[in-house]
Nanobody, 121 residues
Framework: QVQLAESGGGLVQAGGSLRLSCAAS????????MAWFRQALGKEREFVAR????????YYADSVKGRFTVSRDNAKAMVYLQMNSLKPEDTAVYYC??????????????WGQGTQVTVSS
């Protein structure tokens, strides 16, 4: 069992930056792939970024590639999402998730409660 809690969301102007954090508790954090998903109002949840348990590989959605960076600190059981050059279309609730990996939400067993990111134009 893994519990996840996101923080760091807020309101930012277009072009600005935010850093989201996800604190994990429970066993074997480093054995889980971690991912960030987001869900905008009225839209389906979509994959944003993921990182292997070891942190040796990362993957990104095309829409955020080059602007967002996912990282993790296994010693602290933390995952981060650095978001730069934010756009209004990045506005969504952002969720961190733990699971087997890949880009499908169905591959992740544990989810945080989400944190709101709002980008104003």
């Amino acid at each position: 069992q893994v519990q996840l809690a996101e923080s760091g969301g807020g309101l930012v102007q277009a072009g600005g930056s935010l850093r989201l954090s996800c604190a994990a508790s429970g066993r074997s954090f480093s054995s889980y792939a971690m991912a960030w998903f987001r869900q905008a109002l009225g839209k389906e949840r979509e994959f944003v970024a993921r990182i292997w348990g070891s942190g040796s590989a990362t993957y990104y959605a095309d829409s955020v590639k080059g602007r967002f960076t996912v990282s993790r600190d296994n010693a602290k059981a933390m995952v981060y999402l650095q978001m730069n050059s934010l756009k209004p279309e990045d506005t969504a609730v952002y969720y961190c998730a733990a699971g087997l990996g890949f880009n499908s939400a169905s591959r992740y067993d544990y989810w945080g409660q989400g944190t709101q990111v709002t980008v104003s134009s």
